[in-house]
């Protein structure tokens, strides 16, 4: 089970165990939703309307744009900016799982809440997650721009591309769309904590809940979880992806229309009268493909890799028990 449980049979996961799982957890998922994540990120930068009943931009489906992407710009295109992402996946994974345990540690043991309930789920989570985007927005931004360029490349590498946004626009470019990104990542990470933690507890028997690993009911409460929580959250993901490429025009030119954004309220109200109430939910379909195997696979491969991880550690701990008595 995430999250601190008093009643578990082994002890709560060490923090550099629980670092060791998300980042390993983070990593494997990464790697194995970055299609997903490119193709969203296509459409959500999108200006025209991402339909194929009335095309008008470049993409219009998921399919075609598959098609289109592989057909110009090869197969490594769905792994663009995969290095910066998977340096994101490291170091969100390490710390949001870290500071969940902690914080539903915390909560369990300072207030009268028990720390496996819904409620406390949420908030942890959101907070967890908060901490996480704060420490990794630089990584977020970069894999964006890796993914949302086309060819020729603006940045050649993860070096010159930061050094370039450094030097051009500074240090605070690496923290564009951090305040939709907190606003979103709030409720967003705490509906999929808590609604995990429901389905969890529906689909699993108390009996056995409190110590289960990664397995096939995992991925389906994570990825049921992922789904809703991505549902209604998605127009800050949106918001953040339009504010990240900012200064970032003359790669963007080719793909169609381009826009500049003033803050988080311009870009809202600009796509409010350009593009509609449909334009806040541009690539919502990847979206969700990507958010159901994302935060499913990030349970599954998380309480995998802590079972591992504890399974290591009693061997190691029996197979001393039992050399110490060899020596009496």
């Known amino acids: 089970m995430v999250g601190y449980d008093p009643r578990a049979q082994r002890?709560?996961?060490?923090?550099?165990?629980?670092?060791?799982?998300?980042?390993?957890?983070?990593?494997?998922?990464?790697?194995?939703?970055?299609?997903?994540?490119?193709?969203?990120?296509?459409?959500?930068?999108?200006?025209?309307?991402?339909?194929?009943?009335?095309p008008e931009g470049k993409y219009r489906g998921i399919f075609q744009a598959s098609r289109r992407i592989y057909a110009e710009e090869g197969l490594s295109a769905f792994w663009k900016g995969h290095i910066p992402a998977q340096l994101l996946s490291i170091c969100y994974g390490a710390v949001q799982f870290v500071s969940f345990e902690f914080l539903t540690e915390l909560v369990h043991k300072s207030t009268p809440y028990d720390s496996q309930t819904p409620g406390v789920h949420f908030l942890c989570g959101g907070l967890a997650a908060c901490s996480a985007t704060v420490a990794c927005q630089p990584l977020d931004t970069l894999?964006?721009?890796?993914?949302?360029?086309?060819?020729?490349?603006?940045?050649?590498?993860?070096?010159?591309?930061?050094s370039t946004m450094w030097r051009s626009e500074g240090p605070l470019a690496f923290y564009r769309g951090l305040s939709p990104t907190l606003v979103a990542v709030f409720p967003y990470a705490g509906l999929q904590f808590s609604f995990y933690n429901v389905f969890k507890q529906l689909l699993v028997p108390p009996s056995k809940s409190r110590d289960s690993g990664?397995?096939?009911?995992?991925?389906?409460?994570g990825s049921g979880a992922g789904m809703i929580s991505k549902t209604l959250t998605y127009p800050f993901d949106l918001f953040k992806k339009r504010l990240q490429v900012g200064g970032f025009e003359e790669a963007r030119a080719h793909?169609?229309?381009?826009?500049?954004?003033?803050?988080?309220?311009?870009?809202?109200v600009q796509i409010a009268r350009e593009e509609g109430v449909r334009?806040?939910?541009k690539g919502l379909s990847p979206s969700l493909l990507k958010a159901a195997l994302s935060t499913g696979f990030t349970f599954f491969w998380y309480e995998f890799f802590l079972n591992v991880i504890s399974n290591v550690k009693d061997k190691r701990r029996a197979d001393?028990?039992?050399?110490?008595?060899?020596?009496?």
Request: proline content about 4%; some cysteine.
């Open 11 to 54: 002890a709560a996961p060490a923090p550099e165990d629980a670092a060791l799982a998300g980042s390993a957890g983070g990593m494997v998922t990464r790697a194995l939703i970055s299609p997903f994540d490119v193709i969203k990120i296509r459409f959500q930068l999108q200006i025209e309307r991402v339909s194929s009943r009335r």
């Open 143 to 162: 894999r964006t721009r890796f993914a949302a360029q086309g060819e020729p490349k603006v940045y050649s590498n993860l070096r010159y591309a930061v």
């Open 214 to 221: 990664g397995n096939v009911r995992s991925l389906i409460c």
């Open 255 to 268: 793909f169609g229309e381009v826009r500049t954004y003033r803050g988080l309220i311009d870009c809202a």
């Open 279 to 281: 334009g806040f939910f």
């Open 320 to 328: 001393g028990l039992s050399g110490g008595k060899k020596e009496r």
